[in-house]
Nanobody, 125 residues
Framework: QVQLVESGGGSVQAGGSLTLSCTVSGGSFSTHTQCAGWYRQAPGKEHERVATISTPNGATTYVDSVKGRFTISREKAKNIMYLQMKQLKPEDTAMYFC????????????????RGQGTQVTVSS
């Protein structure tokens, strides 16, 4: 059974950087998914799709609010996906989740085939 585990969250000041990791076990991004991505959920809000990466060809997408600041990538050999976050803002504070799907990265996090437990990112002003 494919499982995703996030790590790398923490507390930083505005303008700081963090890199999140998502490690796959029980399978691989290449053989079990067509798309993987990062989602976040701020207190009292719905999940927001932040960034996605196509597992066959590496094509990426980003929500407008993080373009130019966040970078999604994957390391095929180690079965790890990353989210590099720079110039962090207080509004980036949320629980960040990685997810993957056998077809595509839905806007709705709950529709994804495989979902992690999340890692907290807190940005103070």
């Amino acid at each position: 059974q494919v499982q995703l585990v996030e790590s790398g969250g923490g507390s930083v000041q505005a303008g700081g950087s963090l890199t999140l990791s998502c490690t796959v076990s029980g399978g691989s991004f290449s053989t079990h998914t067509q798309c993987a991505g990062w989602y976040r959920q701020a207190p009292g809000k719905e999940h927001e799709r932040v960034a996605t990466i196509s597992t066959p060809n590496g094509a990426t997408t980003y929500v407008d609010s993080v373009k130019g600041r966040f970078t999604i990538s994957r390391e095929k050999a180690k079965n790890i996906m990353y989210l590099q976050m720079k110039q962090l803002k207080p509004e980036d504070t949320a629980m960040y989740f990685c997810a993957a799907d056998g077809q595509w990265c839905a806007l709705d996090y709950n529709e994804m085939d495989y979902r992690g437990q999340g890692t907290q990112v807190t940005v103070s002003s």
